[in-house]
């Protein structure tokens, strides 16, 4: 237990000082979810500094789905309030609280693995912005799902990795 404190307050430290370092050069990012452009769909996130712990974040994606052979669009809207534990901006550890709402244009057979509905629901997640602007973030956590129908309400797990630019 000893070790895991010690090493807790190590990565702490480090990616505080790091991140102050960094702090003042970048307070607006814009990424992609690569995943995404697999379906194909264009899914953007523009996060703003609001402090150096703290930011928000909207989201905007469409694009094309393919369920069970049928084609479908899709467009998505959201939102993120994020609060950095550890580091900053920059290059930290954030937790954070997310809500959204996803279309698709067709009856879909699996609505459930598009998160097709609104959803709310918090996470874990973790920034790096490099000195020139490159920036990857990751963010894993539970996230409740409201379908169209009573069968398609139900908690699921929110995932995300993000690569973009921090100006």
Not at 7 to 23: D, R
Request: charged share 15%; hydrophobic share 45%.
């Amino acid at each position: 237990m000893r070790l895991f404190i010690a090493f807790t307050f190590l990565i702490g430290s480090f990616v505080s000082v790091h991140a102050a370092e960094a702090a003042s050069q970048h307070n607006m990012t814009i990424t992609i979810s690569p995943f995404h452009l697999l379906n194909p769909e264009l899914h953007l996130t523009g996060e703003l500094l609001l402090t150096p712990k703290m930011s928000v974040a909207a989201m905007l994606g469409a694009g094309k789905i393919t369920d069970e052979g049928k084609t479908s669009g899709i467009l998505e809207v959201g939102a993120q309030f994020r609060y950095y534990l550890l580091g900053s901006f920059t290059h930290g550890i954030m937790v954070g609280a997310d809500a959204g709402y996803v279309d698709a244009n067709a009856q879909i057979e699996n609505p459930i693995e598009y998160l097709v509905g609104a959803h709310a629901g918090g996470f874990l997640g973790y920034k790096y912005s490099m000195k020139g602007g490159f920036t990857a973030e990751v963010q894993i956590g539970p996230v409740y799902l409201w379908g169209e129908s009573a069968e398609t309400s139900e908690l699921q797990t929110l995932h995300n990795f993000k690569a973009g630019w921090s100006f």
